[in-house]
């Protein structure tokens, strides 16, 4: 069991930067590969980015690639991600999530933060 807490959102305008971070309770945060999903208005919910539980591998979606990174802290029990270079279509609530891998790929648990919002204005 794990319980994440996002915070770090806000109102940025393009071209800015913003780091989101997400705590973790649970002695078992780094047994899980951890990631980072987001949700715009009207839109499904949708990967952005992944690590693995040891830190050593990290994904991308393709529409991130280049301006935002994952890292985390294991004895600190968190996940950040960094968004550089931001853009008005990043504009979505952001989430943490906690998960496995399984054939080369990311899949999540059903462990799910509340969300934190980021606006991106043009």
């Known amino acids: 069991q794990v319980q994440l807490v996002e915070s770090g959102g806000g109102l940025v305008q393009a071209g800015g930067s913003l780091r989101l971070s997400c705590a973790a309770s649970?002695?078992?945060?780094?047994?899980?590969?951890m990631a980072w999903f987001r949700q715009a208005p009207g839109k499904e919910r949708e990967f952005v980015a992944a690590?693995?539980?040891?830190?050593?591998?990290?994904y991308y979606a393709d529409s991130v690639r280049g301006r935002f990174t994952i890292s985390r802290d294991n004895a600190k029990n968190t996940v950040a991600l960094q968004m550089n270079s931001l853009k008005p279509e990043d504009t979505a609530v952001y989430y943490c999530?906690?998960?496995?891998?399984?054939?080369?790929?990311?899949?999540?648990?059903?462990?799910w933060g509340k969300g934190t919002l980021v606006t991106v204005s043009s």
């Open positions: 999530n906690a998960g496995g891998e399984r054939s080369g790929s990311y899949y999540s648990m059903d462990y």
């Open positions: 649970g002695r078992t945060f780094s047994t899980y590969d």
């Open positions: 690590i693995r539980w040891s830190g050593g591998g990290t």
